[in-house]
């Protein structure tokens, strides 16, 4: 199976900040890795599809880029609602997730 | 809008079986899988499986494979998951999610907590 890992585990923001979060996979995956955003007590929502691929609905200050092995979701100034766990998942074949990094305030 | 409706908690004791629900609306039913996902408590997401909707042939990851079906309900629009045999393990949310191409978990349900207790 391909393992995705998710760095950093934690991640403590400043409102306003623009951050970014890394998912690294074991093999490559081409463009078939999705993010997702999953807060408190919530079902997880997809945010971002085939790596760089808006969602009707999200906020454009989600973005995501990479290609093959390597992954970033970018979010350019975070707001108090974006406080989450953000999983990384590859469809390239059999579905794995990564572990998640979690966003909490500074 | 497109909705996936799971059913309520559950608390049953080891060895006991549970079925767990998720109805769908706002789309055909039959024109797109269904992903079923496991989460322990504090703990991310695995993958168990998917069910085709249109053939009702399930297919179940190597960790899910014995205990665990999946079935439909096609008239009612409705998937479900049974697990046979509950371990505490097996204590987690489980989530329903429309499956719209391989490998993209498109929409969710609420999620259902199954409590594992002697």
């Known amino acids: 199976d391909v393992v995705l890992t998710q760095s950093p585990a934690t991640l403590s923001v400043t409102p306003g900040e623009r951050i970014s979060l890394s998912c690294r996979a074991s093999?490559?995956?081409?463009?078939?890795l999705h993010w997702y955003q999953q807060k408190p007590n919530e079902s997880p929502r997809l945010l971002i599809k085939?790596?760089?691929q808006s969602i009707s609905g999200i906020p454009s200050r989600f973005s995501g880029s990479g290609s093959g092995t390597d992954f970033t979701l970018s979010i350019n100034g975070v707001e108090l609602e974006d406080l989450s766990i953000y999983y990384c998942?590859?469809?390239?074949?059999?579905?794995?997730f990564g572990s998640g990094t979690k966003l909490e305030i500074k | 809008q497109i909705q996936l409706v799971q059913s309520g908690p559950e608390l049953k004791k080891p060895g006991e079986s549970v079925k767990i629900s998720c109805k769908a609306s706002?789309?055909?039913?039959?024109?797109?899988?269904m992903y079923w996902v496991k989460q322990a408590p504090g703990q991310g997401l695995q993958y168990m499986g998917w069910i085709n909707t249109e053939t009702g042939k399930p297919t179940y990851a190597d960790d899910f494979k014995g205990r665990f079906v999946f079935f439909l309900e096609t008239s009612a629009s409705t998937a479900y998951l049974q697990i046979n045999n509950l371990k505490n393990e097996d204590m987690a949310t489980y989530f329903c999610?429309?499956?719209?191409?391989?490998?993209?978990?498109?929409?969710w349900g609420q999620g259902v907590m199954v409590t594992v207790s002697s």
């Open positions: 706002g789309y055909t039913f039959t024109n797109y899988g």
């Open positions: 085939y790596a760089s």
């Open positions: 998942q590859q469809g390239n074949s059999l579905p794995t």
């Open positions: 999610a429309r499956r719209v191409y391989y490998g993209l978990f498109r929409d």
């Open positions: 093999e490559s995956v081409d463009t078939y």
